[in-house]
């Protein structure tokens, strides 16, 4: 039998979800104005994406209001992605670029909702910027940037309604606000999410996350591939005198769930219920990407010039050790000094540790070795090199055998 408490909370969840639901709909019924909407088109993650760019211009006519603001999309979305990636103390430097300079920057425009009038246009769109010209701005600008995100986060959100804890429950909106979230979807932090698969169940449940031993939670991070886990845990509560939404948010950190942020919401009287928790994320995720771009940062400024010998038989073999070198995220400003027949001299700005780098550059088949600090020679893999790598042997025939479903 279903006791008081657990009634009460799925009674809680089925209200939120509820309420959600209209605040969206009637949102929609009065900006529509009888306009059709466009279809949701979500873009790819990207730290270069800025989503739920919001625009409401009217104008002499729609297309006109449209125009208006595809160019007012492109301006604020900037500044959000300037402040994003620019160090803090930089953020005064952001220049005021004109609309042609904007555009030049910008690959594409995804529009997430849209309704037209007469005279008005409305859009919550996405906007996707070029990272080479983003990046080549703020090198002319010689502010302090970053352009990388984090290795993977594990997030758990475990929610509370009425003292019921779910965690991959259909019910848990908490859960839903992460994976629909638009600050996750944009964000300097590789959130992930966990799934419904025999592994994570066997290890973790609703009831066991406060409490799990950090060996189970090490364990599930070597099973998922992230680097690191985030406890999210949403106390949801409705007030009955108001009727509005309540909740406290507890964020843990590490396998060891150290206390990260502690912090209370309420719903606003313009905001769904839905609304209100995307507000808790981009909370969370504004300090997190902090951390983070802190952290970058101050690698960065410990870089290291280095001098890289690009050693290949082909031409293929060049262009591949080229782009990947271009591609490292730790390495910065790199430059082609010099190209032979069967090699190339570069050199590069390098920061962060070099184990790191060497694991990168050997998930795409490059070889790299230090000769002493400051001195490379990299190379591609050879075959079997590679199968060494991924935990394969590699027959006559030069294929890669799995040493686990080999035939005796």
Do not use: C
């Not at 739920?52 to 979305?77: F, N």
């Amino acid at each position: 039998m279903l006791n008081a408490t657990r009634f009460l909370g799925f009674l809680i969840a089925a209200v939120f979800v509820a309420a959600s639901a209209w605040a969206q709909g009637g949102a929609q019924g009065v900006a529509q104005g009888g306009a059709q909407e466009a279809s949701p088109t979500a873009p790819p993650r990207s730290i270069f994406t800025v989503g739920s760019v919001d625009v409401d211009i009217t104008a002499t006519s729609a297309a006109s209001a449209r125009q208006s603001a595809i160019a007012q999309s492109r301006r604020l979305a900037f500044t959000r992605l300037f402040k994003r990636l620019v160090a803090t103390e930089d953020l005064e430097a952001e220049p005021a670029l004109t609309n042609a300079e904007l555009a030049g920057l910008v690959r594409a425009i995804d529009i997430l909702e849209e309704s037209t009038s007469q005279t008005r246009y409305i859009a919550k769109l996405a906007v996707s910027f070029e990272p080479e010209k983003v990046t080549g701005l703020l090198e002319r600008l010689g502010v302090t940037y970053t352009d990388s995100e984090t290795p993977p986060i594990l997030v758990l959100p475990l929610a509370h309604y009425g003292g019921v804890p779910l965690l991959l429950s259909e019910d848990n909106v908490w859960a839903q606000a992460w994976q629909q979230s638009p600050s996750r979807a944009s964000s300097l932090v590789d959130y992930r999410l966990p799934e419904r698969t025999p592994d994570f169940l066997m290890r973790v449940s609703p009831m066991s996350v406060p409490h799990a031993a950090p060996e189970t939670l090490i364990e599930l991070l070597r099973v998922i591939g992230a680097s690191d886990v985030l406890v999210a845990e949403a106390a949801i509560s409705l007030d009955f005198a108001s009727q509005r939404y309540l909740a406290t948010f507890d964020v843990r950190r590490g396998p060891g769930q150290g206390a990260f942020m502690t912090f209370d919401m309420a719903q606003q009287p313009d905001e769904s219920p839905q609304d209100m928790l995307e507000r808790a994320i981009a909370k969370v995720d504004a300090e997190l990407s902090a951390l983070w771009k802190r952290q970058l940062l101050i690698e960065f400024a410990q870089a290291q010039t280095i001098a890289i010998t690009a050693q290949y038989e082909a031409a293929a073999d060049w262009r591949r050790i080229r782009g990947n070198l271009g591609a490292a995220r730790r390495l910065r400003d790199l430059q082609v000094l010099s190209i032979a027949l069967d090699h190339a001299e570069l050199k590069a700005r390098f920061f962060g540790d070099f184990d790191s780098l060497e694991k990168t550059l050997a998930a795409d088949g490059l070889a790299v070795r230090q000769n002493k600090p400051g001195l490379w020679d990299v190379r591609v893999m050879t075959m079997a090199e590679r199968a060494a790598f991924v935990g394969a042997e590699v027959d006559a025939a030069g294929e890669y055998v799995d040493p686990i479903s080999a035939e005796p």
